[in-house]
């Protein structure tokens, strides 16, 4: 089984500060990883992915995650964020096994970025 | 191109009855994913369908189901509703291949009564 947990429920940034927002999973079979975000009365949309190859992963809207095996972990980062980076953001990871349509999600980590 | 598109976007039904709700995923796409976000419990994975057959299925009672039309139009179905079902239901669909992104409709709001 897999699980997923995403250490701050918020994070307050100011504008055009840098951001990191934590992801731990745990799984007992290799897993593809993805980062989504969810703003208001919206669907998901992803950010970025890792399913194989150079563990610092570059995504939409100038986002980046880096994956770390030894400490399973996928952070999402990204040098300076604007007004309209606030929303909801969701790790989420699926076994390689099933494939990447069935998405475990952390309880995600709302950003508000302060003017 | 248009985007998955989901049906009804708001629904308020009483304990007890059933609800029907329904997804149109993207032209082209055959996979659709469903999920249910609630405050409580975050997003959880209920049930895929692929070419009209159930692929994978998360841990929600019998009373959740599925369905997928030829066109690739899927439905679920609650039955017995309670009030724990209340949340955000969202619909995925993909283009079949299991490292493919999957594209997500805005939702249908179900409020249980």
């Known amino acids: 089984a897999q699980s997923v947990t995403q250490l701050d429920s918020q994070v307050p940034v100011f504008e055009e500060a840098p951001v990191e927002l934590r992801c731990n999973y745990s799984?007992?079979?290799?897993?593809?990883l993805f980062w989504y975000v969810q703003y208001p009365n919206q669907g998901l949309q992803l950010l970025l992915k890792?399913?194989?190859?150079?563990?610092l992963v570059k995504g939409i809207n100038g986002f980046e995650a880096e994956f770390n095996k030894s400490q399973t972990s996928f952070h999402l980062r990204k040098p300076s964020v604007h007004i309209s980076d606030t929303a909801e953001y969701f790790c989420?990871?699926?076994?390689?096994?099933?494939?990447?349509?069935?998405?475990?999600f952390g309880t995600g980590t709302r950003l508000t970025v302060i003017p | 191109k248009a985007g998955v598109t989901q049906t009804p976007r708001y629904l308020i039904k009483t304990r007890g009855q059933q609800v029907t709700l329904s997804c149109s995923p993207i032209?082209?796409?055959?996979?659709v994913s469903w999920y249910q976000q609630t405050p409580g419990q975050g997003l959880q994975f209920l049930f895929e369908?692929?070419?009209?057959?159930?692929?994978n299925k998360g841990n929600f009672p019998g009373r959740f189901s599925g369905r997928q039309f030829s066109n690739s139009r899927s439905e679920m179905n609650v039955s017995t509703l309670e009030l724990g079902d209340s949340a955000l239901y969202l619909c995925?669909?993909?283009?079949?291949?299991?490292?493919?992104?999957?594209?997500f409709g805005p939702g249908t709001r179900l409020t249980v009564t």
């Open positions: 890792y399913l194989s190859g150079s563990t």
């Open positions: 032209s082209g796409h055959r996979s």
């Open positions: 799984s007992s079979v290799s897993v593809y």
């Open positions: 989420a990871v699926s076994e390689r096994r099933t494939g990447a349509n069935n998405l475990f």
């Open positions: 995925a669909s993909s283009s079949g291949g299991r490292l493919l992104e999957q594209y």
């Open positions: 369908y692929f070419s009209e057959t159930q692929r």
